[in-house]
Structure formats: structure tokens, C-alpha cells
């Protein structure tokens, strides 16, 4: 029998790449650039399935125009907002994606820019680095201090949780909001807030976890930012159209916003320019799942919910 036809849009890990070329028939091009809306269009006609990652838009104007052909979107990111579902639903293609896998990658990135954005990492290794590190003052760079504060989490699925499990190393007193309460053996003591307000006003700290959707997009605009402690620091390793960011400058300018942590931007790639003035934002490229091991583990997980499908079974991560 012959093998099903895949495309992969972009570059992933090596064994993902070996193990589909064993199973599948694969088009795949090692320029690694992103899929336009005219690839995935063509390339619907070619392949009976995708694995594409965040940087393929299947908006349902694409969508409408796939091939019939094109039967399952695997893809490689947990994050499905680059996905119309309903159109997808409608056309009757099936969605998955790599949930569980990427959470710990995640958090320790979004630790890592909390930590950075705390202790004014960026500034510091800018003075070491250009050899400008001529003083020292007892009042020289002197940040936030982590251990003890009290963290906000926006969302409390897997990453979110993963956070909550690396704070508590740091003895930070953990508070989270989410569609619903945890199970207290889950909760782990973290504190719930049935209300987003409710959870501002705590956070000392604030890391969003949460999707993109048409009900969080912007939901950090100035007034939401204003409710939060003076002096607050925001991380984002979820999606950059959570934060109004020209709502988070002004924060930032005026202090109300002590540092931030951004790993998401609305525009990417690229990111916010505005931003680069700023020492105490600390910047990433979108790169919280990027470590070897769970690169490995995502392209497993998109090609074990191909292989589902291909054998008649449900995937196990259908969206
Ligand atoms: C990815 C992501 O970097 O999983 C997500 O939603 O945003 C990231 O893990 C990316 O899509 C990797 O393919």
C-alpha cells in the first residue's frame, strides 16, 4: 500500500524528520521559510495531511479553498489560534496538537524571563559585556526579589501548572485565575480567583498562560494593567495579542510596570521596536518549546496523532 503524503512547512527535529520520512511520503524544504496562504492553498492538492507550526495561517478564507485531498492539520505547537477551527470543522479536516509536552520548556523559559526581567539581567550583561562596568555601588542595579512575592497565573493548564511547580522552588506564594477551580490535590495550595480583578490585584508578579481567543485577546489593556501592584512585572510566553502593548509601554514609561518579560509579540517576526529603548523588558524570539528534547518530543507527538488517523483510530490530541 502506498504511503500517505505529508507536508512539513518548516524544520523540525531530526528524528521527527527521519521517523516521517520512514512512514510517509514527505515534502519538505530545508529553507525553512514560513508556508503562505498560496503554498498551503497548492500544497492541499499534493498531501493528504499537514504538520505545520504557528507560522501557517489557515484563516478561513484559506481554508475554503483547500483541496479535499488535504485531510488532517497536525500541529506542531500546542497554541491553535493560527487555526480557524470552525472553518476547518466545516470542511470536515481534522486538527490536532502537542499539548503536555511543551510545558516545561515553556515555563522554564517564562521563570527564566521573570527572573531576568526581576534582577535587570539585560542591563547587567550590557555593562559587563562593553566593558563600561568602571563602579560598583551598594545602589547598583538593585532589582525585585522573587523569593516570597506573590505570582498571578493567567491559566492554569499545563504550562501554567509547570510554572506553578517551578515558582514554588523559588517559596513564591502562588495565585492563579482560570475557567474553573483545580482539584485541591492539583492546586497544590495555589490560590484561586474566581475573578481576573481578583487575581491583579495580588500579583506582584503576572505570567499568562492562557490561548489566544476572541475572549482574551487585549484582555491586558491599561485598564487591566493599572489594577495590578505598583511595580508589578509581567512575563508572556503565551501569545503577544494578550497584551495591549502599546498599553504596556505607557506602563512601562511611567513605572506603574517595574520590568517585563516578553517571549510573544503581536507582530512576529519582528517583535515591537518600541520596546528596544527599554533595558528592563527582556526579550525573546517566540522560543519557549525550543529545546532539543521537547522539539523531539512535539514532532513524536504530531506524527503519533498522524499515524492515528492513518490507521482509522481518533488521534489522541484532537482539537
Ligand atoms: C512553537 C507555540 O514554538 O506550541 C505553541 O503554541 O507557540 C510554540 O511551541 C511553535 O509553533 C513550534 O512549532
Redesign the pocket.
Known amino acids: 500500500m502506498s504511503k500517505p503524503v505529508i507536508w512539513i512547512t518548516r524544520t523540525l527535529s531530526e528524528a521527527t524528520l527521519e521517523r516521517a520520512r520512514r512512514d510517509y511520503e514527505v515534502i519538505w524544504d530545508a529553507t525553512d521559510t514560513p508556508g503562505s496562504a498560496d503554498d498551503i492553498i497548492a500544497m492541499s492538492a499534493q498531501v493528504d495531511g499537514i504538520i505545520p ?2 507560522s501557517e495561517h489557515f484563516s478561513a478564507a484559506v481554508v475554503e479553498q483547500l483541496d479535499p485531498r488535504l485531510k488532517i492539520i497536525a500541529n ?4 491553535v489560534d493560527h487555526c480557524d477551527l470552525s472553518a476547518l470543522r466545516s470542511r470536515g479536516i481534522i486538527v490536532t496538537n ?1 499539548p503536555g509536552v ?1 510545558s516545561d520548556a515553556t515555563a522554564e523559559l517564562a521563570m527564566m524571563l521573570m527572573l531576568c526581567a526581576a534582577r535587570k539581567a539585560v542591563a547587567g550583561d550590557r555593562i559587563v559585556r562593553s566593558g563600561a562596568w568602571n563602579f560598583w555601588s551598594p545602589a547598583f542595579l538593585v532589582g525585585k526579589q522573587v523569593t516570597g512575592a506573590r505570582l498571578g497565573i493567567i491559566g492554569m493548564g499545563g504550562v501554567g501548572c509547570a510554572m506553578a511547580r517551578k515558582a514554588r522552588g523559588f517559596d513564591m506564594q502562588i495565585h492563579y485565575h482560570n475557567r474553573s477551580r483545580l482539584a485541591p490535590e492539583v492546586e497544590h495550595g495555589a490560590i484561586f480567583h474566581d475573578t481576573l480583578d481578583g487575581l491583579l490585584a495580588v500579583s506582584d508578579f503576572l505570567s499568562l498562560h492562557c490561548p489566544s481567543t476572541p475572549q482574551t485577546v487585549g484582555m491586558m489593556n491599561a485598564s487591566r494593567i493599572a489594577q495590578l501592584p505598583a511595580g508589578a512585572i509581567l512575563v508572556n510566553t503565551a501569545r503577544g495579542n494578550l497584551i495591549d502593548e502599546a498599553a504596556l509601554l505607557a506602563a512601562i514609561q511611567s513605572g506603574q510596570i517595574a520590568a517585563a518579560g516578553l517571549d510573544c509579540f503581536c507582530a512576529e517576526p519582528g517583535g515591537n521596536a518600541e520596546f528596544s529603548d527599554h533595558e528592563n523588558i527582556v526579550m525573546m524570539p ?1 522560543v ?3 529545546t532539543v528534547k521537547t522539539r523531539d518530543a ?1 514532532g513524536a507527538k504530531a506524527l503519533d496523532n498522524l499515524d492515528a488517523f492513518f490507521r482509522g483510530d481518533t488521534p489522541p490530541d484532537l482539537v
Open positions: 507550526c504557528h506542531h505547537s500546542v497554541g502537542t511543551l517566540h519557549g518549546s525550543a512535539m
